[in-house]
């Protein structure tokens, strides 16, 4: 009897010896990534980011600076539209009688108009803080606009106003001199307006 269990424990552990070992082989850990695995990544996934927060004090400045523009183009303009309009002495000092004078006084009261309701525009914008920004390229193009028709009807207005002065220097003289000069500086300040439009557009278009 004894003999019998010692036999069946002898033949249980020569089946379990001959039983194939169980083999545990560990996995390489994955090769590290290449500059090109990561360029590809990086590409893949995109993560945008909220712009800083000196962004929104920059546009808060050009968008002053630009409604500082525009009120001075409005005040120049509306003082030159005054000047060449009190130009009725009778004779040859009507200022109805000369082309030149009547596309500067024209050309003025545009520019006035327009300059006065952009900078209005403007100081709205400003106190709302922000908002608006679509019109970025209206207003860019108008500030062209009114700029080069200020420009061609000064650059008009300015030979025969010359000319006139090389015979007499009287107060119809004087005005359109001075009217002339007021045309310029609104020239000045809508083409500065205009180039300040161009870089909030480029702002505006630039990824944070």
């Not at 590409?43 to 962004?55: A, I, N, V």
Request: net charge positive; proline share 7%; charged share 15%.
């Amino acid at each position: 009897m004894a003999m019998a269990i010692t036999t069946k424990h002898q033949i249980n552990h020569q089946q379990h010896t001959s039983s194939p070992a169980h083999t545990f082989v560990a996995k390489p850990p994955p090769p590290p990534l290449g500059p090109a695995s990561f360029h590809h990544h990086n590409h893949k996934t995109t993560t945008t980011f909220p712009p800083p927060p000196e962004y929104d004090e920059e546009r808060r400045a050009l968008d002053g600076i630009v409604a500082a523009l525009r009120l001075a183009a409005a005040a120049a303009a509306f003082v030159g539209v005054a000047l060449v309009a009190s130009c009725r002495h009778g004779d040859w000092m009507e200022f109805a009688r000369y082309p030149e004078y009547r596309y500067l006084l024209g050309a003025s009261v545009v520019g006035c108009v327009f300059s006065a309701a952009q900078a209005t525009r403007s100081f709205r914008r400003i106190r709302r803080r922000g908002g608006g920004g679509g019109r970025l390229l209206l207003d860019f193009a108008g500030d062209q606009v009114v700029a080069y028709l200020l420009i061609t009807a000064a650059s008009a207005a300015l030979p025969i106003t010359m000319r006139m002065r090389s015979a007499v220097v009287n107060i119809f003289t004087d005005a359109m001199v001075s009217a002339i000069g007021l045309a310029l500086v609104a020239f000045a300040a809508l083409a500065l307006s205009a180039m300040l439009n161009g870089f909030r557009i480029a702002a505006a278009a630039r990824p944070y």
